[in-house]
């Protein structure tokens, strides 16, 4: 069987069981464990498919994610747009600042933590500017009328958010399939190993980045618009904030960057473990980031490829401590420089 079809039909596998599960369970405390997690899963993707398959690492994703969610809000509040009408104009305004951003840092040649802080001083931008813009709300945030009603993009059950969500994942996992599969994925992934020796063999290196940015961008976006309309509220702290962004870059590091299923893997291991601490922890606030950044120590340090990569090391013949990703990476270094 082709690496293509058992994609796909791991895909669709992955669309029965969920959904399945959504019809299945009654408790609305299971339900929103699942919609929680899918959406964990959608913003780990987007993350993926510019860090994991562009080697673009981005510290400041959530400019994308904010920029969804007030463009969905605004485009309801103060535009009069339906809700599902609003969505692809959140979707295509995440996208093209994508785009905005993109141009600016590879045009320059701007990569690795030179990128990273590019996407995290943006980020600060836009949270400047939401605190700043009346139309925004201000500090004050925005609230959307509560209107709960499929035609409004409202469910008065978390299910409906689940069967939603899991569409935007779905969509997700089958670009992330093209991506490891498709004529383009493999000039992105030739770009992130060596973009030197990508451009000799004919690939324009800014192209397929600026491409892979707009596509994070827009499913970031999508997950921005998601919140607005599943908590029907946004203010800057939560459309433009750090913690957005390390959610995000987290789900893929821990579950296996590059790959199809680690942002899954890694997205819901995360989840499991932010409810255990709400429950262990809860009289504690900000644990869950100490617990965070711990288990990412110890990711980076025992298990570089994350939890999708563990069978693959398990099986590794080579020597002890001996990684074809790490071994790479230093391969790059001593071309490029440290990223």
């Not at 060596?194 to 976006?221: C, D, Q, W, Y």
Request: hydrophobic fraction near 55%.
């Amino acid at each position: 069987m082709s690496g293509a079809r058992a994609d796909a039909l791991g895909i669709a596998a992955f669309v029965l069981v969920v959904t399945g599960a959504a019809f299945a369970l009654g408790s609305n405390v299971a339900l929103t464990f699942m919609m929680m997690a899918l959406y964990a899963c959608l913003m780990a993707q987007a993350w993926n498919m510019l860090g994991g398959f562009g080697g673009q690492f981005s510290f400041g994703h959530a400019l994308f994610f904010g920029t969804g969610a007030y463009v969905q809000a605004i485009a309801q509040v103060s535009g009069g747009f339906n809700a599902w009408a609003a969505l692809p104009l959140a979707v295509g305004a995440a996208g093209g600042v994508g785009l905005l951003i993109g141009a600016l840092a590879f045009r320059y040649g701007l990569k690795g933590s030179y990128f990273a802080l590019v996407t995290l001083a943006f980020a600060e931008v836009f949270r400047i500017l939401a605190l700043s813009l009346g139309f925004t709300g201000g500090g004050v945030g925005m609230m959307l009328p509560l209107r709960a009603s499929a035609t409004h993009l409202q469910f008065a059950s978390p299910r409906g958010y689940v069967l939603v969500l899991l569409g935007f994942v779905t969509l997700a996992l089958a670009v992330t399939a093209w991506l490891r599969h498709s004529r383009f994925g493999a000039s992105l992934q030739a770009v992130r190993d060596n973009e030197h020796a990508a451009r000799a063999l004919g690939i324009a290196p800014i192209r397929v980045k600026l491409v892979a940015t707009v596509l994070s961008g827009a499913f970031m976006g999508a997950a921005g618009a998601f919140y607005v309309q599943a908590f029907q509220y946004i203010d800057p702290a939560i459309a433009f904030g750090a913690s957005t962004s390390v959610e995000a870059l987290l789900g893929a590091i821990v579950g296996g960057m590059g790959t199809l299923w680690g942002p899954v893997l890694g997205a819901l291991a995360l989840h499991l473990l932010a409810e255990l601490t709400r429950n262990l922890f809860g009289a504690l606030p900000g644990i869950n980031m100490v617990i965070y950044g711990s288990v990412l120590v110890l990711i980076v340090m025992f298990m570089p490829r994350g939890v999708a990569g563990l069978g693959v090391a398990l099986r590794w013949p080579g020597p002890a401590g001996r990684d074809p990703d790490r071994e790479g990476q230093r391969e790059r270094e001593r071309t490029e420089g440290p990223p």
